[in-house]
């Protein structure tokens, strides 16, 4: 699949762009848009998210291309105390 970049440059996405249901997960227009500038147009190959669907493992919405999971506290950190 491609785009065109702002000056014309085709720009080839992350072929599961169009079906990932990253967007569903993140409610901030400008934080979805930062990811899918790393991840989804750029760097498509080191998305977490995609290696994970494509070894057919079911990915919630809230999980993100880094492998961290939205609204999980940060790693080496406990909720108990």
Partial sequence: MQYQAAKGRPVVCCPRYASCDLPAGL?????LRIWQSLYCEAAWERCERRR???VGETVPANFLP??????APPRGTSRGG
Avoid: Q
């Fill in 52 to 54: 994970r669907l494509e």
């Fill in 66 to 71: 880094d492998g961290r999971v939205l609204g």
């Fill in 27 to 31: 409610s901030m227009v400008a934080a």
